[in-house]
Nanobody
């Protein structure tokens, strides 16, 4: 069982930045594709960014492309999501997820999930 713990959510004004982090103690972390999902109130959860195990390949949804950056540090077993130019519509619960089977974007269906962290962007 892979345990994932997110941190870094909070309240920020539109145009601001936040950095989310997801940590795990999984020893084979570099074998896992990692993804960040978000779920806004009343909407389905969607994949917004993913990164391959070796960190060489990343993918983004159109809604965050150019504003968000996913990165990972396999030595520290962490994956981060840098969020810039935040908009009120970015308000959601953000969750990191992992699986050894990365699938083809956007068909990433991870088995392991963090508990989620709230991001609220005010006008």
């Amino acid at each position: 069982q892979v345990q994932l713990v997110e941190s870094g959510g909070g309240l920020v004004q539109a145009g601001g930045s936040l950095r989310l982090s997801c940590a795990t103690s999984e020893r084979t972390f570099s074998s896992y594709t990692m993804g960040w999902f978000r779920q806004a109130p009343g909407k389905e959860r969607i994949l917004i960014a993913s990164i391959a195990g070796n960190g060489r390949s990343t993918s983004y949804s159109d809604s965050v492309k150019g504003r968000f950056t996913i990165s990972r540090d396999n030595a520290k077993n962490t994956v981060d999501l840098q969020m810039n130019s935040l908009k009120p519509e970015d308000t959601a619960v953000y969750s990191c997820a992992a699986d050894v089977f990365g699938g083809n974007w956007p068909r990433f269906t991870p088995r392991y999930w963090g508990q989620g962290t709230q991001v609220t962007v005010s006008h």
